[in-house]
C-alpha cells in the first residue's frame, strides 16, 4: 500500500492540461465570488421549517406583511413540497411531519387554498405520518401559540429555570449554546402562554387525526430512556400542579432575568446566538413583555431576521444563520493549495478581514467551565462573541499560519494564532475531544426530559470537531510527542473510529466527512500510511465509491441506530472529502483517487464550479439538516489542486493539518 499507479491516473498529456485547466476555472469563479472587502459568504439553506417559520412569525405579530416577499416565500415552499404531498428534512428525503405540518400552515397562513391540489396533498400526507399530533415539541409549541392546540400538549417550561441554582440537575449551562439561546426567551413564552394576533382566525385542525383539543404530551422519543423519561414527565407534572401557586414576585424575577440574558446577548443586527430560532423567539418575547415595536432593543432583534432573507428573481427563503467566517477560511484553504499568485493575494485579503473578528475581550458562556481560560476564538456568523466556534477558530488559525509559513508572511498572524492555540487548548474536554461550543457539555441524561425529543440539547465532544483541533495543534508544532493536549485528542480520536474503518460524522454528512476529518489529523499527527487504523479508513473509503467513481451520503444515514453509511448518489464536495482523505493517508496512488479526480472534472460547469442541490451538513442529526451553498465551491478546488501538487512533488507533500 498504496498500490502502483494505473493508466487511468490523469498526470500526463490531455489528463494534465485538463486538470489545469478546471483548477484554474475554479480559481476564477471563486476569486470572482469575493466580496470588496476580502471575504466569502454563500447561502445557508435549511429545510422548508425556517422559511415558514418567517411566515408565521410576521402573522402572529400581527404585521403588515411582505406580500410580494411572501409571495416568493411560498413559491419556494411549494417548489420543495415532496411528490407525496409532505416535506422532507433534507434534499430527496422522506416527508417529515413536523416540516409538514409548520409548511402547511405558513401557506395557508399565506393565502393558499386549502382546496388546491398541492394542499390536499399535503394533507394526504400529514394523516398518513400520524396527523399533527404527532409533531415534535418545537412544534406543538407553536400551535399552542397559535391556539391550535392547548399547552397541556407542551411540555412545561417554566420561566423560574431562570433562577435555578448552578448545582440543579437542569441548569443552562448544562445544556448547548443554541439550545441555550432558544430556550431562554421561550420559557417567559411558555409561562405567560400569549396568543398570536392571527386576525384572520386561521387554524389548521384538518391535519390532526384525531381532536386537538384533547391532545396531550407526546409520547418518549426513541432515543428517551424509559425510567429517565418516567422520571421527567412525573416532575412534568408535578410542576403543572405547583404552577399555579408560584408566587407572583418569583415569576417577576424570573422574567426579569430571562430579559436581561436576552438583552446582554443581543449581538445586534446579528441577533440573539445568531442563529433564526433564537432570534424570532427573542422578538416574540418582547412582544408579550409588551416592548414597543421602536425599542431599539426589540426593533434590532426584528431587523436581525430580515438579515437572514435570501432572494432568487420570484423565490425567497430564510436562512437558519450566515457562515461568513467558516466560508471565509475553507475557500482560504482551497485557494492556498492551488499556490497561484493571485489565489494567495485574495487569501491573504480574506484572512487580513478576518483577524479583527477574534473574539479576544468578551469571556462568552463557555467561561462556566472554564473561567481561566483567556478568550481567543472566532465565531461561525458576522458576530456571536458570546459564542465563539471551536471548530471555525481551528480552521482559521489553520490557514493563517499555512499562509505565513508557506508563503513568506512571517509573524502576520502570529498572535492571532497563538490567541487561538491557546483558547482551544483551555475548551479541551476531559475525555480529550472538543465539542463544538462548549467544553463538558455531556449532561446526556438532560436528552430525557419531555422537552428534549429531538434529542440534540447537548454539545459534546465529537470526531469531526475534533480531529480539526489536533490537526491545527499538530500543524502548529504542538504534536503528540510534544504536547499532552495532542495527545490525548489522538487517544480519542482513535478511540472514536468505528468497526468498518469510518469515523462519525456530527457536524458534515456523515461518515465521509468524519473520516475525511479523522484521516487529516491522523496524517498531522504523523500516524504512517502503514498504521491498521490508516489501513482501516482507506480500504472503508475505496469500497464505498460509487461506480461513476465520485462518493455520496445522505441524511439517511443518520439513524437512530447508526448502522452505518448509506449509499446514495454521488455529489462534489462528499467526493472532495474523501479524495481529501485518501491522499493525507498516502493513497495518491490509490486508482480510487484517479477515478475521484475524474469524477469531478468531468461534472464541473462550464462557469467553473459545481451544481450540488443535496443537502451535505447536518445542524442536528435526525432533526435538523443544512446545505452549505459554498461547499461545492471549494472543496472540489481543493482536492483537484492538492492531486496535482502531490502529482508534481510540491507543496502538497506538506503535511498541513487539513
Known amino acids: 500500500m498504496p498500490p502502483a499507479r494505473t493508466d487511468d491516473a490523469p498526470a500526463t498529456g490531455n489528463a494534465a492540461r485538463a486538470l489545469d485547466q478546471g483548477i484554474a476555472r475554479a480559481i476564477d469563479a471563486l476569486l470572482h465570488q469575493q466580496r470588496p472587502d476580502g471575504h466569502w459568504v454563500y447561502e445557508l439553506e435549511a ?22 416577499l411572501e409571495a416568493r416565500i411560498t413559491r419556494y415552499l411549494r417548489r420543495i413540497q415532496n411528490a407525496d404531498g409532505g416535506w422532507p428534512l433534507y434534499h430527496e428525503g422522506r416527508s417529515d411531519i413536523s416540516a409538514s405540518v409548520k409548511a402547511y400552515f405558513a401557506l395557508k397562513m399565506a393565502g393558499d387554498d386549502p382546496q388546491a391540489a398541492h394542499m390536499l396533498r399535503a394533507r394526504q400526507a400529514i394523516h398518513a405520518l400520524g396527523g399533527a399530533e404527532a409533531s415534535n415539541v418545537f412544534t406543538r409549541t407553536l400551535l399552542a401559540l397559535y391556539g391550535v392546540v392547548p399547552w397541556s400538549a407542551v411540555p412545561m417550561m417554566p420561566v423560574e429555570i431562570m ?133 431599539p432593543a426589540r426593533a434590532v432583534a426584528r431587523r436581525s431576521v430580515e438579515r437572514l432573507l435570501v432572494e432568487h428573481g420570484d423565490e425567497a427563503y430564510c436562512q437558519p444563520c450566515l457562515s461568513p467566517v467558516w466560508d471565509t477560511a475553507l475557500a482560504a484553504h482551497a485557494l492556498l493549495e492551488t499556490g497561484e499568485a493571485r489565489a494567495v493575494q485574495a487569501v491573504g485579503r480574506g484572512l487580513d478581514w478576518l483577524k479583527p473578528l477574534q473574539v479576544l475581550d468578551v469571556r462568552g458562556d463557555w467561561v462556566v467551565r472554564r473561567p481561566l481560560v483567556r478568550p481567543g476564538g472566532w465565531a461561525f456568523q458576522y458576530a456571536n462573541d458570546y459564542y ?69 440539547l447537548l454539545d ?20 503528540p510527542d510534544k504536547s499532552e493536549p495532542a495527545a490525548r485528542a489522538l487517544r480519542y480520536l482513535l478511540a472514536e473510529q468505528m468497526p468498518d474503518g469510518s469515523w462519525f460524522g456530527r457536524w458534515g454528512t456523515n461518515y465521509i466527512y468524519g473520516t475525511w476529518s479523522a484521516l487529516c489529523a491522523l496524517n498531522a499527527a504523523g500516524l504512517p500510511p502503514e498504521a491498521p487504523e490508516v489501513r482501516r479508513a482507506v480500504a ?80 442536528f442529526p435526525r432533526v435538523f439538516y443544512l446545505r452549505y451553498h459554498g461547499y461545492a465551491r471549494y472543496f472540489p478546488l481543493w482536492a483537484l489542486a492538492r492531486y496535482r501538487n502531490l502529482r508534481r512533488g510540491g507543496v502538497g507533500h506538506v503535511s498541513w493539518g487539513l
Not at 429545510?47 to 410580494?68: K, N, Q, S
Not at 421561550?186 to 386537538?212: D, T, W
Not at 415569576?251 to 442563529?275: H, K, T, W
Not at 480531529?467 to 502548529?476: D, E, G, I, N, P
Open 163 to 295: 433562577l435555578l441554582p448552578q448545582w440543579f440537575p437542569f441548569h443552562l449551562s448544562k445544556i448547548s449554546y443554541w439550545a441555550r439561546t432558544v430556550i431562554v426567551p421561550l420559557l417567559v413564552l411558555n409561562s405567560l402562554r400569549p396568543q398570536a394576533r392571527n386576525p384572520r382566525a386561521v387554524g389548521i385542525n384538518e391535519l390532526f387525526v384525531g381532536p386537538c383539543h384533547t391532545m396531550r404530551l407526546p409520547q418518549r422519543a426513541a432515543h428517551q430512556h424509559a425510567g429517565w423519561y418516567s422520571l421527567f414527565r412525573g416532575l412534568d407534572a408535578l410542576a403543572r400542579v405547583a404552577e399555579p401557586l408560584v408566587p407572583r414576585t418569583l415569576r417577576r424575577r424570573a422574567i426579569a432575568a430571562a430579559q436581561a440574558f436576552v438583552r446582554e446577548r443581543l449581538n445586534g443586527e446579528d441577533g440573539l446566538g445568531a442563529i433564526f430560532p433564537a432570534m424570532a423567539n427573542s422578538v416574540m418575547m418582547f412582544d408579550v413583555l409588551g416592548v414597543p415595536p421602536d425599542d
Open 540 to 619: 472503508w473509503l475505496t469500497q464505498i465509491q460509487n461506480a461513476d467513481g465520485g462518493w455520496g451520503e445522505d441524511g439517511s444515514s443518520y439513524r437512530l441506530d447508526y448502522r452505518g453509511y448509506e449509499p446514495a448518489p454521488s455529489v462534489a464536495s462528499q467526493t472532495a472529502w474523501a479524495l481529501l482523505a485518501l491522499m493525507a493517508s498516502g493513497a495518491a496512488e490509490h486508482p480510487a483517487v484517479a477515478r475521484g479526480i475524474d469524477y469531478l472534472l468531468r461534472t464541473q460547469q462550464t462557469g467553473g464550479l459545481w451544481h450540488e442541490p443535496p443537502f451535505t451538513a447536518v445542524g
Open 47 to 68: 429545510d422548508a421549517t425556517i422559511p415558514a417559520e418567517y411566515i408565521l412569525m410576521v402573522h402572529y405579530l400581527g404585521e403588515m406583511p411582505d406580500l410580494a
Open 460 to 479: 459534546p465532544p465529537t470526531a469531526d470537531v475534533s480531529a480539526r483541533c489536533l490537526s491545527m495543534l499538530c500543524q502548529t508544532g504542538a504534536t
Open 388 to 456: 465563539p466556534d471551536v471548530d471555525d477558530t481551528a480552521v482559521v488559525a489553520a490557514a493563517m499560519d499555512r499562509f505565513m509559513r508557506a508563503h513568506d508572511a512571517p509573524g502576520r498572524y502570529d498572535e492571532a494564532v497563538a490567541r487561538a492555540s491557546e483558547w482551544i487548548v483551555g475548551m479541551q474536554s476531559g475525555n480529550g475531544g472538543w465539542g463544538a461550543f462548549e467544553p463538558e457539555n455531556t449532561h446526556l441524561y438532560l436528552n430525557n426530559i419531555p422537552f428534549a425529543d429531538h434529542g440534540a
